[in-house]
């Protein structure tokens, strides 16, 4: 197993990679990538490391000047488990195939060799890049040779995957833990990375793919839509991401526009006020009351739109103090404090657009000011480049006094550089689909139903609605 890709172009995937990981992520401050190859020796070697600077604007590259993964890389002899030394993490990605995320390493089992040594780690995700065994042609070849584990056993040979290359990705001590958002970010952007990796190994070993497409239509339609499959859930990732970063840009919009009136926050006021209310009403503690208790906390956290937080409010706040109040009854002074507070909260969601507060906000021109509010308070499902175009080209405009502006400005610019890319991908891969065994659409028809091709936007809708929920 060798996946033949330039080291050129592999650092660079690397590096847009670990770029997209760590402006993506809070905490994370530290990426790098390792490289699995030439098994049985599977000689795991560094291949770039980044770090950003702590306003997340700048990554610095290179490789430590001591390690033992720099290269020439480090054979599997050398780090696999075994019974006379420390325990590597890097041995459990590769032989399991499965991540590892150190949330203290002063006992992390499988930091030892770090706490004998006394050099003590970040808390750091390690994730495997997987690519199929089929994707790369090795059950072609009946002298490919796995390595074994320390017992004598051969790794890989029970499972669909190989190991490509490891992600290792730093945070801030104690700020990740196993089976959080973090770690599912990571996991899918590895997919694509294993994707990435497969698609310029296939771009250099074209003549090879193509004498397979001749020998086996059918299994060359079954690797071009698991690839396809692969693109569409990573945009769902990217266009979910976008929305983040907007609802990120449009409380900061707000509070922009409180500041320059010297005004509080009235959404945040108004949801204390409830909180308040419902903390000193009287009754025995229930399920209704701490659920209503959640939806307020967790209403300032959603980075919704206007129309849609003011469904979500009607919903899972308005409608679950209607309830309360038929089974705890309140005096009609109290009952009127709550649904001034729920009017107030509702007024409060469109501030950031209206209109006498953005005439009166001198510093952005009229129609800057009505382009910025259109697009960040947009209510689309759907990846539209043309605006995200628009967004960008006025986050490049020094008046606008958001904090981290161009922090988000270069986010948005690699989200739609990749979503296009995407979308490029989608299309070249359904024609090839349908040309591929010459028949137009037959090659499409002969898969099951589930393994059909969504179209991103559809699957970025999916995938947004889904979170909502």
């Known amino acids: 197993m060798s996946l033949a890709i330039e080291k050129a172009v592999l650092e660079s995937a690397c590096r847009e990679m670990i770029e997209t990981i760590l402006l993506c992520l809070p905490n994370a401050f530290k990426g790098t990538i390792y490289r699995v190859d030439k098994s049985p020796a599977l000689i795991t070697e560094r291949v770039t490391s980044g770090i950003i600077d702590r306003r997340k604007s700048e990554i610095s590259w290179g490789l430590p000047e001591k390690s033992e993964y720099n290269p020439p890389g480090k054979p599997w002899n050398d780090y696999r488990d075994d019974p006379a030394r ?8 590769v032989e399991k195939q499965k991540s590892w995320t150190s949330e203290d390493p002063r006992s992390d089992s499988r930091s030892v060799r770090l706490q004998v040594e006394g050099q003590w780690e970040d808390s750091h995700h390690m994730e495997p890049v997987l690519v199929r065994k089929s994707d790369l042609q090795l059950d072609m070849y009946s002298s490919f040779e796995y390595a074994k584990d320390y017992h004598g056993n051969y790794i890989w040979s029970d499972t669909d995957y190989v190991v490509v290359a490891v992600i290792k990705i730093h945070f801030q001590p104690y700020t990740i833990r196993t089976g959080s958002m973090e770690t599912v970010i990571i996991k899918k952007l590895s997919r694509s990375l294993g994707t990435e990796l497969l698609s310029y190994h296939l771009r250099q070993n074209s003549m090879r793919a193509m004498q397979q497409l001749a020998k086996d239509r059918i299994n060359a339609c079954d690797i071009l839509a698991d690839s396809l499959r692969n693109a569409v859930a990573k945009g769902a990732l990217v266009f979910s991401l976008v929305k983040q970063e907007i609802g990120y840009l449009r409380e900061k919009w707000e509070q922009l526009l409180l500041d320059d ?4 926050n009235e959404k945040v006021e108004a949801v204390n ?7 000193h009403m009287e009754g025995d503690e229930s399920d209704l009351k701490r659920e209503l208790l959640v939806a307020h906390r967790k209403f300032l956290d959603l980075p919704l739109p206007p129309e849609k937080a003011e469904r979500w ?4 706040i308005e409608e ?7 089974k705890y009854p309140i005096d009609e002074e109290r009952k009127g404090l709550i649904w001034g507070s729920v009017a107030a909260l509702k007024k409060s969601l469109y501030f950031g657009k209206d209109t006498e ?7 952005l021109p009229d129609d800057v000011k009505q382009e910025w509010t259109g697009l960040i308070y947009n209510t689309s499902d759907h990846f539209d480049g043309k605006e995200l175009a628009g967004m960008i080209q006025i986050l490049s405009n020094p008046d606008l006094k958001i904090p981290n502006r161009e922090r988000s400005r270069k986010t948005l610019i690699q989200l739609k ?17 349908r040309q591929v065994l010459n028949g137009g659409g037959e090659c499409i028809d002969l898969l099951e139903p589930d393994r059909r091709s969504l179209t991103l936007q559809q699957a970025a809708g999916l995938a947004s609605e889904g979170k909502n929920r």
């Not at 507060?357 to 510093?363: F, N």
């Open 261 to 264: 009136r010297h005004e509080k």
């Open 86 to 93: 420390p325990l590597e993490a890097m041995a459990w990605c």
């Open 313 to 316: 409010v009607a919903l899972q």
């Open 417 to 433: 550089a990749l979503a296009e890319t995407l979308g490029q991908l989608e299309k070249n891969t359904n024609f090839l689909l």
């Open 320 to 326: 679950r103090w209607r309830n309360l109040i038929e």
């Open 357 to 363: 507060i953005l005439k009166a906000y001198s510093v």
């Open 273 to 279: 006020r409830l909180i308040q209310i419902l903390t």
